[in-house]
């Protein structure tokens, strides 16, 4: 019995011009204006005028409130990626998690800003912070 193994060469390495950062952070013990909590649309306007103000463009968003006493969940949809927030208001806990890619500009310091604007709302005693560097 022949086997016949076909090789193919593998196309050059190509390099990746969407560069991004992802800024992630599980937010402990938030000591905040309950209606960063609870209040979808007072959520969602606070983190629309923070994408106008750190810089980057928002082309959608949806925010969903979970009824009284219930956490928020909300998503911005940005030209340069999103923003994502979600609340657990009987914990203190908020999960945020705000990504940008670098194809045309380094969008870094933006969403930096970004983050920074939104943590200081929540006011966290106990922030675990992630920076990731997407390829």
């Known amino acids: 019995m022949n086997t016949m193994i076909t090789v193919t060469s593998m196309p050059p390495s190509v390099a990746r011009g969407a560069t991004g950062l992802h800024l992630i952070g599980d937010l402990y013990a938030c000591s905040c204006d309950e209606r960063f909590m609870l209040d979808a649309k007072f959520l969602e306007a606070f983190c629309k005028q923070c994408v106008a103000e750190s810089g ?3 082309v959608g968003s949806l925010f969903h409130g979970f009824g ?3 956490g928020v969940t909300g998503v911005v949809v940005l ?3 999103h923003l994502s927030v979600h609340t657990w208001p009987e914990s203190g806990y908020v999960t945020l998690d705000v990504y940008v890619c670098n ?3 380094d969008n870094r310091s933006k969403a930096q800003q970004l983050f920074d ?3 200081t709302a929540f006011n966290p005693k106990d922030p675990h912070l992630h920076r990731v560097e997407r390829a």
Request: hydrophobic share 25%.
């Open 56 to 58: 980057l463009t928002t």
């Open 68 to 70: 009284e006493g219930g």
């Open 79 to 81: 030209a340069e990626s």
């Open 103 to 105: 194809y045309s500009s």
């Open 117 to 119: 604007s939104i943590l």
